[in-house]
């Protein structure tokens, strides 16, 4: 079959691998990318799937916080300038400290909670609207509430983590939350890692047996696989990675020190999960000249 280059172009971005391998990863896998990323991974070839969320829409998170109540709220809007623009930072903070005293659970009910000055959360966004000229939308929130301690962290208005952290301290729980808006790990510890990401692992790292390898001992051969699936788990979940403040030891290890444990983590990242639509600005003027 026929690849593109908007799949070799994606398949480099997700796995790192060359493009001629990539291109014949898709060949052989009739152009599935999954399939191809898999193949890629048994081969040595790529080092993991490098796929991040798609961050299409521009805009902010925003934070309200107070002791153990938090909430991180995510506004889109479709360029970068507007989300700079005076008006719509004016709005997104106000609707951070609308959440957080409104105590409202989702969005739909954040939209209808009434402002500081008067209009509904959702009146209030049609008026940016119309002011702005773009859709702006408040897309999505998320909401701690707790006797524990709570981590809230947000890097550049566009990536926001709460955490919360049994035990340790206020400062301990902010540290964790600036490391996950860092490293970004999917999972907290390796317990809520799913059993199919595991047996993926376990069959990739087999793939990776040398010959030699093959050949030694059933006991020690389990030893090597176990080992590359353990290295894998560590690298996205929270407790295994390297804690960003000290390199020298892991989150497991800086949370044990001061007898804390965190209970929940939420990463919010602006656009994420949301594609973007990609202008060939060249063919859009040739389009309208009546040259193409």
Known sequence: MEISAQQVKELRERSGAGMMECKKALTQ?????????????????AKADKKASRIAA??????????????????NSETDFVAKD?????????????????????????????????????????????????????????????????????HGGRIGVLVEVKGGSADLARNIAMHVAAMNPRYISAVNVPADFVAKEKEVAMAQVSEKDKSKPAEILEK????KVNKAIAEITLTGQPYVLDTNVNVEQALKKEGAQVLA?????????IEKKEEDFAAEVMKQAGLA
Not at 37 to 43: A, G, N, T
Not at 58 to 75: F, N, T, Y
Not at 265 to 273: F, I, K, P
């Open 29 to 45: 896998n009739n152009g599935d990318i999954d399939v191809a990323i898999e193949w890629l991974r048994k081969q040595g070839l």
């Open 224 to 227: 090597i696989v176990s080992g």
């Open 58 to 75: 521009e805009g902010r998170v925003v934070l309200g916080h107070d002791g153990g109540k938090a909430v991180l709220v995510e506004i």
């Open 86 to 154: 005076e008006n719509f930072l004016k709005f997104a903070n106000e609707v951070a400290k609308t959440a957080l005293a409104s105590e409202a659970g989702d969005v739909e009910a954040l939209k209808s909670a009434k402002t500081s000055y008067g209009p509904s959360v959702e009146e209030a966004r049609q008026w940016l609207v119309a002011k702005v000229g773009e859709n702006v939308q408040v897309r999505r929130m998320v909401r701690v509430d707790s006797a524990n301690n709570v981590g809230a962290y947000v």
């Open 265 to 273: 983590m939420h990463r919010v990242a602006v656009g994420e999960g």
